[in-house]
């Protein structure tokens, strides 16, 4: 049995699909089997960052109404064999999703992968509450702004409200990764330090990703940045992943840059 | 028991001549036919006679309770209710003291209160972890918070205990309590009568209900 993780933010746009693309594809590489699965129906974006845009046929209604088998339907990474995506429709809306049929879904995505990762739709909507109903783990998601750490804090008071194991008697593990982190507005004060953002949320910290320029490219070309060597983005999330993998990473401070330590030099020199 | 309380007229005299006092009587007894007739002195068996045959009611030799004046009355009055108001300002300030202590219905929550939760409590509430921006708490009696606030926060006790919270928005008995009276540590804000107290706790201090 595979275990099932969550991706949800509340805002939109802080880099969840992102992550999710980059966490499956990193996962994947540390040898496990792993499912992505886009829930932000009407919405698809997964494919085209996963570079999977036209092999799309089935996509996840049509195997919850029975239309395709999940076999059919789950398309197998261009980059590594371990990883499988199952898009959302692009055609239909949230409300076609009902309980049952995610429960079934998801049952049958964890018989078969060893990760099963879940691309929430921003919001706290239905469709959010599906995604989060059955699943045992939460990444959330959130980057160094006020408004962002609002939502992602109301996202979790209903993760810990509305989800299956949490009405069951159960806790929902929640990880955090603090996304878009500019080290030289932290320093500056102009952003959100992350001890402060974890006074403010309060569950585990899983990773800290610093602001990347190649993450837009990387996208727009289908081919996750985690792939590059040589973006400081793609470290973070090859951290990341090893870290859901159970490997014991230390956490690297993203905050503190090469140069920070060059000006601290010349402070010293003046 | 049952009992009713009436007044009546009284009517009384002495009798000197007992001619006299029968044509008086005859004259003016429609007056007379309702009040109680007291006759101090002798009463001779002739006006006995006379006063049944007019079917009056009297008595002989009487000491009957008087009325005060009104004056007499009042100031009584007044000072029976000076004593009574004394009374009710003691026992209410023996009330608070009590209530100060009292935990009403307490409450002790010890998990994050995350944007977008209410929490409406009906007595004493102790929160002991942060309230998140996007937040409400209302508490009809006692709120001690012991982190930081950066919700709303409303508290119709006798006091509260907070610390200084400038993203917070804070109404205490309907008035809003500025961060920059509060110190950075746990500070009390208390009604007084009319004011708000607002004390800084020390450390020291282990009696935070006095």
Same mark, same amino acid.
Request: glycine fraction near 6%; hydrophobic fraction near 40%; charged fraction near 30%.
């Given at each position: 049995?595979?275990?099932?993780?969550?991706?949800?933010?509340?805002?939109?746009?802080?880099?969840?699909?992102?992550?999710?693309?980059?966490?499956?594809?990193?996962?994947?590489? /540390?040898?496990?089997?792993?499912?992505?699965?886009?829930?932000?129906? #009407?919405?698809?974006?997964?494919?085209?960052?996963? #570079?999977?845009?036209?092999?799309?046929?089935?996509?996840?209604?049509?195997?919850?109404? #029975?239309?395709?088998?999940?076999?059919?339907?789950?398309?197998?990474?261009?980059?590594?064999?371990?990883?499988?995506?199952?898009?959302?429709?692009?055609?239909?809306?949230?409300?076609?999703?009902?309980?049952?049929?995610?429960?079934?879904?998801?049952?049958?995505?964890?018989?078969?992968?060893?990760?099963?990762?879940?691309?929430?739709?921003?919001?706290?909507?239905?469709?959010?509450?599906?995604?989060?109903?059955?699943?045992?783990?939460?990444?959330?998601?959130?980057?160094?702004?006020?408004?962002?750490?609002?939502?992602?804090?109301?996202?979790?008071?209903?993760?810990?409200?509305?989800?299956?194991?949490?009405?069951?008697?159960?806790?929902?593990?929640?990880?955090?990764?603090?996304?878009?982190?500019?080290?030289?507005?932290?320093?500056?004060?102009?952003?959100?330090?992350?001890?402060?953002?974890?006074?403010?949320? /309060?569950?585990?910290?899983?990773?800290?990703?610093?602001?990347?320029?190649?993450?837009?490219?990387?996208?727009?070309?289908?081919?996750?940045?985690?792939?590059?060597?040589?973006?400081?983005?793609?470290?973070?999330?090859?951290?990341?992943?090893?870290?859901?993998?159970?490997?014991?990473?230390?956490?690297?401070?993203?905050?503190?840059?090469?140069?920070?330590?060059?000006?601290?030099?010349?402070?010293?020199?003046? | 028991?049952?009992?009713?309380?009436?007044?009546?007229?009284? $009517?009384?005299?002495?009798?000197?001549?007992?001619?006299?006092?029968?044509?008086?009587?005859?004259?003016?007894?429609?007056?007379?036919?309702?009040?109680?007739?007291?006759?101090?002195? $002798?009463?001779?068996?002739?006006?006995?006679? $006379?006063?049944?045959?007019?079917?009056?009611?009297?008595?002989?030799?009487?000491?009957?309770?008087?009325?005060?004046?009104?004056?007499?009355?009042?100031?009584?009055?007044?000072?029976?209710?000076?004593?009574?108001?004394?009374?009710?300002?003691?026992?209410?300030?023996?009330?608070?003291?009590?209530?100060?202590?009292?935990?009403?219905?307490?409450?002790?929550?010890?998990?994050?209160?995350?944007?977008?939760?209410?929490?409406?409590?009906?007595?004493?509430?102790?929160?002991?972890?942060?309230?998140?921006?996007?937040?409400?708490? $209302?508490?009809?009696?006692?709120?001690?918070?012991?982190?930081?606030?950066?919700?709303?926060?409303?508290?119709?006790?006798?006091?509260?205990?907070?610390?200084?919270?400038?993203?917070?928005?804070?109404?205490?008995?309907?008035?809003?309590?500025?961060?920059?009276?509060?110190?950075?540590?746990?500070?009390?804000?208390?009604?007084?009568?009319?004011?708000?107290?607002?004390?800084?706790?020390?450390?020291?201090?282990?009696?935070?209900?006095?």
């Amino acid at each position: 049995m595979g275990i099932v993780i969550a991706v949800i933010s509340g805002k939109g746009g802080v880099g969840k699909t992102t992550a999710v693309a980059n966490l499956g594809l990193g996962v994947a590489m /540390n040898g496990k089997r792993c499912a992505v699965v886009d829930f932000d129906i #009407g919405q698809r974006n997964l494919d085209m960052i996963l #570079g999977l845009e036209n092999r799309v046929v089935y996509d996840i209604v049509q195997v919850m109404d #029975g239309e395709a088998s999940l076999k059919q339907a789950l398309i197998k990474s261009k980059v590594n064999d371990n990883l499988r995506f199952l898009a959302a429709s692009q055609s239909k809306d949230k409300r076609v999703l009902n309980s049952k049929k995610v429960q079934k879904l998801i049952k049958e995505l964890k018989e078969n992968f060893d990760y099963v990762i879940l691309d929430s739709p921003a919001g706290i909507e239905s469709g959010f509450e599906h995604t989060i109903e059955f699943a045992d783990a939460a990444i959330i998601v959130v980057n160094p702004e006020v408004s962002s750490i609002r939502d992602a804090d109301r996202a979790i008071g209903i993760l810990d409200s509305k989800s299956q194991k949490v009405k069951d008697g159960g806790e929902v593990a929640k990880y955090l990764i603090i996304n878009r982190i500019v080290p030289d507005m932290v320093q500056s004060g102009e952003m959100l330090k992350s001890d402060d953002i974890l006074d403010i949320l /309060n569950i585990k910290l899983v990773g800290k990703v610093p602001e990347d320029n190649g993450v837009i490219d990387a996208s727009n070309q289908g081919k996750p940045v985690i792939l590059d060597k040589h973006s400081i983005a793609g470290q973070a999330y090859k951290r990341i992943s090893a870290r859901l993998c159970g490997k014991k990473i230390d956490m690297k401070d993203v905050e503190v840059t090469d140069t920070s330590i060059l000006k601290k030099l010349v402070g010293i020199f003046r | 028991m049952q009992s009713k309380q009436y007044s009546i007229k009284v $009517y009384e005299c002495s009798i000197d001549d007992e001619e006299k006092f029968i044509s008086f009587f005859n004259t003016n007894y429609t007056l007379f036919k309702d009040h109680l007739i007291v006759i101090n002195g $002798y009463l001779s068996q002739n006006i006995k006679n $006379y006063l049944n045959s007019k079917s009056l009611i009297f008595i002989n030799n009487i000491k009957l309770p008087k009325g005060r004046s009104r004056k007499a009355l009042e100031k009584e009055f007044s000072l029976q209710k000076r004593e009574c108001d004394i009374d009710r300002i003691i026992a209410q300030t023996e009330l608070e003291k009590l209530s100060n202590r009292l935990q009403n219905n307490l409450r002790v929550i010890d998990e994050i209160v995350r944007s977008g939760r209410e929490i409406n409590i009906d007595g004493d509430l102790l929160l002991l972890n942060r309230v998140n921006s996007g937040a409400k708490i $209302y508490s009809s009696g006692n709120l001690i918070i012991t982190k930081l606030v950066e919700g709303s926060i409303r508290c119709d006790g006798n006091f509260m205990i907070i610390m200084a919270s400038p993203k917070a928005n804070i109404i205490f008995h309907g008035v809003k309590i500025d961060s920059k009276f509060l110190e950075d540590r746990l500070n009390r804000v208390e009604l007084k009568g009319e004011e708000i107290v607002i004390n800084p706790v020390f450390r020291k201090e282990i009696n935070w209900v006095s």
